[in-house]
Antibody, heavy 119, light 108 residues
């Protein structure tokens, strides 16, 4: 059974940084794109970032471009979200998810980790 | 970005009811649409992908239809465990995917 477990959330000050981790138990982790999606309290879902299976291709939402960086370590079956210059509007539950083969829906999700940006 | 508009945003229904949720795209997206279910405090779970393909393990009372700009998610007979929030997602503009605003299904 595919399992994704996020960690690293918590309280950060505006302008601060956090690194989220997502540990995957997937038979062939190295063949899947991975993604981060966030959900502000009481709000809907917002795609944040993608990383290709080999880590060479990355896409970021405009709302986080230049501030967040996604990376992965295929040797550790893990994907990361490096968050810098945090803003109050980045407060959300952050989910990592596996990207299925075409048509690229998100077929497995972690339980999420809460990031709160506040002074 | 492609905008998705779900309707209704909220609906109240009874166990056994047939429920239909609509998702409209701001431009044609073919069948690049998925539906997710989210229960409070839980991660979303994919129900339908490619507009009408049921994800493995999802009960057959769920079905999806549509193409282009208009899509529907139907629950043929609502069960207690189906009370949740449902989101559509377009994948046509991958990687710049977007979600609809959600439809909360509550017990009448």
């Amino acid at each position: 059974e595919v399992e994704l477990v996020e960690s690293g959330g918590g309280l950060a000050q505006p302008g601060g940084s956090l690194r989220l981790s997502c540990a995957a138990s997937i038979f062939k982790f190295t063949t899947y794109w991975m993604t981060w999606v966030r959900q502000a309290p009481g709000k809907g879902l917002e795609w944040v970032s993608y990383i290709s299976s080999n880590g060479h291709t990355i896409y970021n939402a405009d709302s986080v471009k230049g501030r967040f960086t996604i990376s992965r370590d295929n040797g550790k079956n893990s994907v990361y979200l490096h968050m810098h210059s945090l803003r109050a509007e980045d407060t959300a539950v952050y989910y990592c998810a596996r990207v299925a083969a075409a048509p690229w829906d998100f077929d497995y999700w972690g339980q999420g980790t809460l990031v709160t940006v506040s002074s | 970005d492609i905008q998705l508009t779900q309707s209704p945003s909220f609906l109240s229904a009874s166990v056994g009811d047939r429920v239909t949720i609509t998702c409209r795209a701001s431009q044609g997206i073919g069948i690049y649409l998925a539906w997710y279910q989210q229960k409070p405090g839980r991660a979303p779970k994919v129900l339908i992908y490619a507009a009408s393909t049921l994800q493995s393990g999802v009960p057959s009372r769920f079905s999806g239809s549509g193409s282009g700009t208009e899509f529907t998610l139907t629950v043929s007979s609502l069960q207690p465990e189906d009370f949740a929030t449902y989101y559509c997602q377009q994948l046509h503009s991958y990687p710049r995917v977007t979600f609809g605003g959600g439809t909360k299904v509550e017990i009448k």
